[in-house]
């Protein structure tokens, strides 16, 4: 019996999920990711992971045979060389000062997605002017440093993380495990990484494998404290938003996936590579194709901020999804925004907000699906294939009002995608070892 195990460290909580070798179901563990501080954020994150871990039924812990882990995209940590993190990780939704982005746009180049405030580079380019980097040995993403408390080594990514830190997948190298070493990272960034100062920041940036490669075996103290089988791998990982996608099973250009969990994230597969960092616009390598897409700010925590999980259940069925609602909001929890519109500095639009709260909860939802097909539109006009079909993954995908609100501004069909959950999608890129 040969199980693999996925692991989805998204934005508000934590699941495992185990398949075996025909893609079915057979353990699911989860974990919330509660409120913490950012110097707790990483003990946090450890102990979430041998909780999930030893969750699962010792009998299916014996038979795991691959790993895979996915992390929220632009979440890093700056580390030892032992790969003790030196600082509170920088998380995916925190920006760069304006003069560090200022610096970087002089140095990547037109619309490529390192320029951006909320970027792993202009995340990396702005604390190297803020902190001590002397005993800085590792940049590492959320995804790459789980993984390596699993297999014991560290400064290795995979290219779906490492693309909004500069990594080009046009670039890549093939890699086999006996080829993991530090001498090859430089190859897999971009010339103009020898300009000041990114040229000493360069020795830091990880070296970049393929999402699902083979990096080592699970380290020798976590056999003895699970009961893993000492052969069992331990994969370079994903985002959380490609894992939902590799979940859905969507394998056609013009297919595209809606992860609708505390952020709002768009995929859509495509012939074409598009990069359009003044939009918010960036393209990963799956398979023989592109994702093409964009995270925004607003999404399913916004909600909520100002409802119970009872609350939505109950307030949807008061809507009546064929009417649309008069109210024009742009939901975000704090000031910025990524995609579709790339601003740093936009305001939160929440008014005006009726006494009716079916009917303020109908204005978010029409709002946040208006933003979806906005996001759509934008892809689609840069080169994207024609929308044929959405699928829904997140916490959102339960909501049958909303999918029938999203269906009538996307002009397309939209189904709840048969496999929802992004640890789901890790699963299946440590049994296969690469997407599509």
């Not at 790459?144 to 830190?165: Q, V």
């Not at 093939?174 to 990272?185: E, L, Q, T, V, Y």
């Not at 830091?204 to 000492?230: M, N, Y």
């Not at 995908?397 to 995608?417: D, E």
Request: hydrophobic letters at 40%; charged letters at 15%; a negative charge.
């Amino acid at each position: 019996m040969n199980y693999s195990l996925g692991i989805d460290f998204g934005t508000s909580g934590a699941r495992a999920i185990v398949i075996d070798q025909h893609d079915s179901v057979l353990a699911e563990e989860s974990c919330a990711l509660s409120e913490m501080s950012p110097a707790e954020r990483t003990g946090h994150w450890q102990n979430t992971l041998w909780e999930l871990i030893g969750g699962i039924s010792a009998d299916v812990r014996s038979h795991l045979k691959a790993i895979a882990i996915n992390g929220t995209s632009s979440t890093i940590l700056l580390c030892s060389a032992d790969g003790t993190p030196l600082y509170p990780p920088q998380m995916y939704n925190d920006t760069c000062d304006p003069a560090s982005l200022e610096l970087l746009a002089t140095l990547a180049p037109a619309g490529h997605p390192v320029l951006s405030a909320s970027s792993s580079l202009a995340k990396l380019l702005g604390m190297s002017r803020s902190v001590d980097m002397a005993p800085v040995r590792y940049l590492m993403h959320q995804a790459d440093w789980l993984a390596g408390l699993l297999h014991g080594r560290w400064g290795l990514s995979d290219e779906h993380n490492s693309l909004k830190l500069g990594y080009d997948p046009a670039m890549t190298v093939a890699c086999c495990p006996k080829d993991i070493g530090r001498s090859s990272s430089i190859a897999a960034y971009p010339d103009w990484f020898q300009q000041p100062p990114l040229n000493q920041l360069l020795p830091l940036l990880p070296q970049v494998l393929k999402p699902g490669s083979r990096i080592a075996t699970i380290q020798a103290h976590l056999v003895d404290r699970f009961g893993i089988p000492s052969e069992c791998q331990i994969c370079a990982g994903t985002t959380d938003s490609i894992a939902a996608f590799i979940a859905s099973g969507a394998d056609q250009p013009g297919m595209a996936v809606t992860s609708l969990g505390s952020t709002l994230v768009l995929k859509l597969l495509s012939p074409t590579r598009i990069d359009q960092a003044d939009y918010g616009i960036y393209s990963h390598r799956f398979g023989n194709y592109w994702l093409v897409g964009g995270a925004s700010n607003t999404g399913g925590a916004v909600l909520q901020s100002f409802f119970s999980t009872a609350e939505l259940v109950e307030l949807s069925q008061q809507i009546d999804p064929s009417q649309p609602s008069p109210l024009n909001y742009y939901p975000l929890l704090k000031p910025g925004e990524r995609f579709p519109l790339n601003d740093p500095h936009m305001q939160p639009r929440l008014t005006p907000r009726p006494e009716d709260p079916a009917e303020f909860l109908q204005g978010l939802l029409e709002s946040l699906a208006r933003i979806e097909a906005q996001g759509y539109h934008l892809l689609q006009a840069h080169g994207a294939p024609s929308l044929q079909t959405v699928y829904t993954a997140g916490g959102g995908a339960q909501n049958s009002v909303w999918q029938t609100i999203r269906q009538r501004h996307l002009q397309v069909p939209v189904y709840a995608a048969q496999h929802q959950q992004a640890a789901y999608g890790s699963a299946r890129l440590a049994a296969q070892g690469s997407p599509l």
